[in-house]
C-alpha cells in the first residue's frame, strides 16, 4: 500500500475519493446532521456523567409533597388553606421567594361556597347557607400570595390559542430582538386569575427535552405571540433580589461575533446582579449534579411543625424555595443525563443553582468554526500522509488525531467547562481513513479474486442439474409460467417470541418448519425461502407439474394436520419449547408468475415475482380475519372441483384494485362428498347469494340454520362476521352502487 514514484495514477484515484468523502463529512456538519448531532450529545452526556457538578451549598431548597405528605394530610389536590399554610410557613421562615411548580388552573374542590353549591343540588338548603358564609380557599390562597414573595407557575402548550401569558415584569433587549430560535408556544394554561393576580411574580414550567427526549438544556426565555416570558428559575431569581427588567443580550448588541449564526440569537440574559450565558434560544446548559438530599425538604414536615422555628429559618431564610410534587402520581418527570426520571422542579432548583453560583457550561460562539477546522484540517493531513504510510501506521495517525480531538475536548470541558463536539473531527478521521484503505485494498487484491460460480447460492438440486446442462440460466432474468404460490405464517408469532429466548426462537422454528417442508418437498413442492416464521413455495418450476394445484390443495391439508399433531406431541418435552398450541394461516393462489434467477449481478437467487404471488400473501394475511386455516383464490379454486372448498368472501386486498373471491379449503374429495357438507355448503352459498343481493331477512334465516354447521366446520367466525355485516345493513342501507366487495385495510 506504499506509494511510489510510478504510482501516482494510483494516489489520485486514492485522494479524489477521500477528498469527496471528507467534503460530505463536512457539509454534514454544516447542515447539522440529526444523527450526528445526537452522538455529539451523547458526547456530552458522557462528560456530565464522568464529572457531574460538584454540590454547593447554595441558597435554594426544594419542598417535596412526597409520598409521606399525601399520607398525613390526604390525596392531591389538597385544599387551599392547606397550600395557604404551606406558603405562609415558608414566608414566616424567611423564604426570599416561593416559587410553585404547580399550576393552580382550577378552582378548590373542596372550597365551602363550592360544596355549597353541591348542597344546593342536593336539597340541603341549611347546611348550604352556612357553608357559603365560609371564606373561599381559592380567595383565602390569594390573600396569602398577596403578603409573601410568592411565584406561580404556568404551562406553555402549542393547543390553539386560548389564553396569554404576560410576565410581572418587562424584557429590555441589548442588541436587535432575539429571533426565532427562542421557543414559541400558542396556548398558555395559567393560574387562577386571583391567584396570578396575587403573586409578585410568574414564570413558565414548561420543558422541551432533544429529540431523545433528554432535558440537556433548560429554557430561561420561551416565547408565546411575540411575548417573551421568563422560566419559573429565572423569575425566582428576578423576584428574590426585587430586580425589575430582564436584561436580553442578543449578539449584535454584546460584541459577539456569533459564530456565524443568525445576528439576533440569544447570548446571554442579565437579571439583577447575575448574568447568565445561553444558547442561541435562551436555555441555559444544565451541568447537574448527583442527587442531594440536603437540597430537599418534605412538604409534611413543614405543615406538621415536625422543623422547628429555628431550623426552619436555617433552612429557608433568604432562599429561593421550590414547591413540586414528587409523590407516585403526582411526579412531573424528566430524563436528564444523570437520572432516567427526575423530578422537573429539581431540573427548576439546579438551574437556580447554577446562576446564582455562576457555574456555567458554555458553547463558545467560537465553537463551530474550531470544530470545522479540524475537520478539514486532520482529515486533510491523513489523506496526504495515509497513501505513503500504509495501512498500520495509517491506523495509527488516524488513532492518534481521533484520540486529541477526544481528548481535547475532555480538557475543555474539565477545565474550562467548554462544550466542544470531538464527533465530526473523529468521522472525518475515520471516514478518509477507510475510504483510503479500502480503495487500496481493492487494488492490491483485484488481480487475486476469482469467479464465484453458481454453486456458491442455494439451489435446489433439480435447479442445479438444469444450471449444469445449461450454464447460461445463471443470467439474470426470468421465464412466465403457470403456478400455484403457497403462503404459510405461524400466528401471533410475536406475542409468542416475547415469552422466549432467541436460542429457544431458533428451537421452536427448526421444530416447526422441518415437518412442515418435508410435507412440502413430498408433494413436489419448490421452497423459495423462509421469513422467520413463514414459508413462501411454490409449483410447477423449475420443473414441470402437470398436478400442481392438486399437490397445493395436498400439502396445505397435511400441514394444518401435521401441526395438530405436533401441537398434541410437542407440549410438556423439557428440551422443547413448544408454547402450547400453535396455529397457522395458509394463503393458495395460482396464475402466471415469472421465475427464474433474480437479484443483482453479485448474487442471484431462483425466486419468483408477479400479481399472483402478491395476492396469495394478501389471502395468507386474511385468514386471521376469517378464522380459517386455509384461504385460496379464485383461480385455483377452479381447479380444485373435487376438493371440499367453501366461499368467503369477495375482497379487494390492500394495493389491488380488483376485487377477489376467496374460498375457505377445508378437506379433500371424502369431506367433498359426505351428505352433511353438501347441505351446508348449499345452505351457506344460499346465505351469501341472499346477503349479496341485500335480500337481508333470507339471509339472517340461513344464517341461524347454518350456524352450527358452520362451527363444526371451523367457520364459526365467518359466520359471526355475515351476521353483523347483515345487521349493520339492516340499519344502515348501502349506496346504490354497493357492490358487496369488502375492502381489506391490512396486508
Not at 435447479?463 to 446442462?469: G, N, P, Y
Not at 400442481?548 to 410438556?572: I, T, W
Not at 349493520?728 to 348501502?734: A, S
Request: glycine fraction near 10%; hydrophobic fraction near 45%; charge should be neutral.
Amino acid at each position: 500500500m506504499r506509494k511510489t514514484g510510478s504510482s501516482r495514477s494510483s494516489w489520485k484515484s486514492s485522494a479524489i475519493p477521500g477528498a469527496i468523502v471528507l467534503l460530505a463529512v463536512l457539509a454534514l456538519q454544516v447542515a447539522g446532521f440529526a444523527p450526528l448531532t445526537r452522538i455529539g450529545q451523547l458526547v456530552f452526556d458522557a462528560y456530565i456523567r464522568a464529572e457531574p457538578r460538584s454540590f454547593e451549598m447554595a441558597p435554594v431548597r426544594v419542598v417535596d409533597i412526597d409520598e409521606e405528605s399525601l399520607r398525613r394530610y390526604g390525596q392531591w389536590p389538597w385544599p387551599r388553606s392547606d397550600v395557604a399554610e404551606l406558603a405562609q410557613r415558608l414566608g414566616d421562615a424567611g423564604a426570599a421567594v416561593i416559587a410553585l411548580d404547580i399550576v393552580f388552573s382550577e378552582p378548590d374542590r373542596t372550597s365551602p361556597p363550592t360544596i355549597a353549591k353541591s348542597l344546593v343540588r342536593g336539597g340541603d338548603r341549611q347546611a348550604a347557607a352556612t357553608l357559603s358564609r365560609l371564606p373561599d380557599s381559592d380567595a383565602l390562597l390569594a390573600e396569602t400570595f398577596g403578603r409573601l414573595p410568592v411565584v406561580t407557575g404556568f404551562f406553555l402548550t402549542n393547543d390553539p390559542f386560548r389564553r396569554q401569558a404576560l410576565p410581572k415584569a418587562g424584557f429590555a433587549v441589548s442588541g436587535t430582538a432575539p429571533g426565532s430560535a427562542v421557543p414559541s408556544y400558542r396556548n398558555a394554561v395559567l393560574p387562577l386569575p386571583g391567584l396570578q393576580q396575587a403573586a409578585t411574580g410568574s414564570g413558565s414550567v414548561t420543558f422541551a427535552g432533544d429529540a431523545d427526549g433528554i432535558v440537556r438544556k433548560v429554557p430561561l426565555l420561551l416565547r408565546q405571540r411575540g411575548q417573551l416570558l421568563p422560566a419559573l428559575s429565572l423569575e425566582a431569581l428576578r423576584v428574590a433580589q426585587g430586580a425589575g427588567a430582564i436584561v436580553v443580550k442578543t449578539s449584535d448588541g454584546s460584541g459577539n461575533l456569533g459564530g456565524g449564526r443568525a445576528e439576533h440569537d440569544v447570548v446571554s440574559v442579565k437579571v439583577g446582579s447575575f448574568e447568565v450565558p445561553t444558547t442561541e434560544s435562551g436555555a441555559l446548559w444544565m451541568h447537574y449534579t448527583e442527587p442531594q438530599p440536603q437540597r430537599v425538604v418534605p412538604a409534611w414536615k413543614i405543615l406538621s411543625g415536625a422543623v422547628p422555628k429555628e431550623r426552619m429559618a436555617e433552612l429557608f431564610g433568604g432562599h429561593i424555595v421550590f414547591v413540586g410534587a414528587g409523590a407516585v402520581g403526582l411526579r412531573d418527570l424528566v430524563s436528564t443525563p444523570l437520572q432516567d426520571r427526575e423530578l422537573g422542579v429539581m431540573l427548576h432548583a439546579q438551574a437556580a443553582e447554577q446562576m446564582i453560583l455562576g457555574r456555567f457550561l458554555v458553547r463558545p460562539d467560537w465553537a463551530a468554526g474550531l470544530e470545522r477546522a479540524l475537520v478539514l484540517a486532520l482529515g486533510a493531513v491523513l489523506l496526504l500522509l495515509l497513501p505513503g504510510l500504509g495501512a498500520i501506521r495509517g491506523a495509527a495517525l488516524g488513532a492518534f488525531f481521533a484520540a486529541g480531538s477526544v481528548g481535547g475536548s475532555w480538557y475543555a470541558f474539565t477545565e474550562h467547562r467548554f462544550l466542544l463536539d470531538p464527533t465530526y473531527p473523529v468521522l472525518a478521521v475515520l471516514a478518509v481513513y477507510l475510504t483510503g484503505t479500502a480503495l487500496s485494498f481493492y487494488r492490491e487484491e483485484q488481480r487475486r479474486r476469482y469467479i464465484h460460480g453458481a454453486f456458491d447460492r442455494y439451489l435446489s438440486p433439480e435447479l442445479v442439474k438444469r444450471i449444469a446442462a445449461d450454464p447460461d440460466r445463471l443470467e439474470l432474468g426470468g421465464e412466465e409460467r403457470e403456478m400455484t404460490v403457497l403462503f404459510c405464517d405461524i400466528r401471533n408469532f410475536s406475542a409468542i417470541s416475547e415469552r422466549l429466548k432467541p436460542q429457544q426462537i431458533i428451537r421452536l422454528l427448526i421444530s416447526f418448519l422441518t415437518p412442515m417442508c418435508d410435507i412440502l418437498l413430498r408433494r413436489q413442492a419448490t421452497i423459495d425461502k423462509f421469513m422467520g416464521d413463514a414459508i413462501l413455495a411454490f409449483w410447477n418450476a423449475p420443473l414441470d407439474d402437470p398436478r400442481q394445484y392438486e399437490h397445493a390443495a395436498r400439502a396445505a391439508l397435511e400441514m394444518v394436520a401435521g401441526l395438530q399433531q405436533l401441537n398434541r406431541d410437542m407440549p410438556g418435552r423439557p428440551d422443547e419449547p413448544w408454547p402450547g398450541e400453535l396455529r397457522i394461516g395458509i394463503g393458495l393462489n395460482a396464475g402466471p408468475c415469472c421465475v427464474g434467477n433474480m437479484g443483482s449481478a453479485q448474487r442471484l437467487a431462483y425466486s419468483l415475482i408477479g400479481d399472483t404471488v402478491n395476492l396469495a400473501s394478501r389471502i395468507e394475511g386474511l385468514t386471521k380475519f376469517y378464522g380459517v386455516d386455509i384461504a385460496i383464490g379464485s383461480a385455483l379454486h377452479r381447479q380444485l372441483p373435487g376438493f371440499a372448498c367453501v366461499p368467503l368472501d369477495r375482497v379487494r386486498v390492500l394495493g389491488r384494485a380488483q376485487p377477489e373471491e376467496i374460498h375457505a379449503l377445508l378437506g379433500d374429495e371424502q369431506l367433498a362428498g359426505s351428505a352433511e357438507f353438501r347441505r351446508f355448503l348449499d345452505g351457506h352459498g344460499k346465505m351469501i347469494a341472499a346477503y349479496r343481493a341485500l335480500d337481508l331477512e333470507i339471509a339472517a334465516q340461513w344464517l341461524d340454520e347454518t350456524e352450527q354447521a358452520a362451527k363444526n366446520f371451523g367457520l364459526g367466525k365467518v359466520h359471526a362476521l355475515y351476521r353483523e355485516r347483515v345487521a349493520k345493513l339492516g340499519l344502515e342501507p348501502p349506496p346504490a352502487d354497493w357492490d358487496g366487495v369488502f375492502a381489506a385495510t391490512e396486508k
